[in-house]
């Protein structure tokens, strides 16, 4: 049997009847943008999150890059970033004109290296944008400290951990502000591209809803020169339905990252993820391992009808669009060898037993 890598359809066809009544109801109301929708769906996900605000935006780049700009992070300013993400993380800083301050993960669980973070701040410093990556919450205690001291911008990259928390908070709320992605394939995911803020910065939500909006508070009355960034009403409605089975899909994520997790420990060569504080609880969007032979591996895998993805083949600091940085092999070798070892494992609330099954014992036949 293959085993998909995510089956995104099978949101659908689990939800089917709600999601067509959504439709139907958004298509009936003749209001597509900046409606009762959208409305609705930032109160919602505010709650979710633990904060006072959200504000729906296009993407999650347009997500990062208007909270930055909201927060009045431009040209001149450091902002520092991990090694070993996606590139949408950098690419936020550079379109606020910003000078991005790359440091190295942590070698257990490729997240931000707190320590390489605090090192990395100068007085230019205006902004650290750790990622919860993979679904694995950072641990903010450290990062906080440092904040209260000098006034730095926390911005939570958390396109990837919908519903992770550290202790009884949730991702969303542990910085100044956050920046989600709901990309079809995210633990929420739309039917097309969305992002959103959250914060409980009443002054940033104000701002980053004028810039989503072409920098118009009001129709017409554009005081700033903002973007075309509005969460649609369609995808709001679904996000709305999709948000009321979030918690129960990541328990189903769970479920599977603990089999592994279980199943795979005692495997040669095979480093599984690391969880980043005792306190956390991660939404698992991916299930990383790490192998030195990882391309054999994955066609290993893929003979036995094993999908697998890498994330991410090909550090942000070596890839041309950043050389101009002027970064070189071994800058920063462990979110090196993370591109050179990782490989993602099937995942999702749709993945059966029989199917985990399969991906297990496919991974052992190769280790044995």
């Known amino acids: 049997m293959r085993v998909p890598f995510l089956d995104v359809g099978a949101a659908y066809t689990e939800l089917a009847d709600e999601l067509n009544d959504d439709f139907t109801r958004v298509m009936s109301s003749g209001r597509y943008v900046l409606g009762a929708e959208l409305e609705a769906f930032e109160q919602e996900f505010a709650h979710f999150c633990g904060v006072r605000f959200?504000?729906?935006?296009?993407?999650?780049?347009?997500?990062?890059?208007?909270?930055?700009?909201?927060?009045?992070?431009?040209p001149g300013d450091e902002v520092i970033v991990p090694a070993h993400t996606f590139v949408a993380t950098w690419l936020a800083v550079t379109r606020v004109g910003a000078v991005i301050v790359p440091v190295d993960v942590?070698?257990?669980?490729?997240?931000i290296e707190a320590s390489a973070a605090v090192a990395a701040c100068t007085s230019r410093t205006a902004a650290i944008v750790?990622?919860?990556?993979?679904?694995n919450p950072v641990d903010f205690s450290r990062l906080e400290g440092l904040a209260d001291v000098s006034g730095l911008f926390l911005l939570e990259d958390a396109a990837q951990a919908h519903g992770a928390a550290i202790g009884d908070r949730s991702v969303g709320s542990l910085g100044d502000a956050a920046g989600f992605s709901f990309y079809p394939a995210k633990n929420l995911g739309a039917f097309g591209d969305g992002g959103a803020i959250a914060t409980d910065d009443e002054e940033l939500a104000t701002s980053a809803r004028r810039l989503r909006n072409y920098g118009a508070p009001a129709k017409y009355e554009f005081i700033e020169a903002g973007h075309n960034s509005r969460l649609d009403e369609l995808q709001a409605a679904f996000l709305r339905t999709?948000?009321?089975?979030?918690?129960?899909?990541n328990k189903r994520r769970e479920l599977v990252a603990r089999r592994y997790?279980?199943?795979?420990?005692?495997?040669?060569?095979?480093?599984?993820p690391g969880v980043n504080s005792r306190e956390a609880t991660p939404a698992w969007h991916v299930f990383c391992i790490r192998h030195p032979r990882r391309d054999a591996l994955r066609a290993h895998l893929s003979a036995r009808g094993v999908e697998t993805l890498v994330h991410y083949?090909?550090?942000p600091h070596l890839s041309p669009a950043f050389a101009h940085l002027g970064f070189s092999e071994g800058s920063f070798p462990v979110a090196e060898d993370a591109a050179a070892t990782a490989v993602s494992l099937p995942l999702?609330?749709?993945?059966?037993?029989?199917?985990?099954?399969?991906?297990?014992d496919a991974i052992a036949s190769f280790a044995s």
């Open 54 to 74: 959200a504000v729906g935006v296009g993407n999650g780049l347009d997500a990062l890059s208007i909270a930055l700009e909201a927060r009045g992070v431009g």
């Open 106 to 111: 942590d070698p257990r669980s490729l997240l």
């Open 130 to 135: 750790p990622v919860h990556l993979y679904g």
């Open 242 to 249: 999709k948000l009321r089975v979030l918690v129960e899909w």
């Open 261 to 272: 997790l279980r199943e795979l420990e005692s495997l040669s060569d095979v480093t599984l």
């Open 313 to 315: 083949p090909q550090p």
């Open 348 to 360: 999702g609330p749709h993945l059966n037993e029989p199917l985990v099954t399969q991906v297990i």
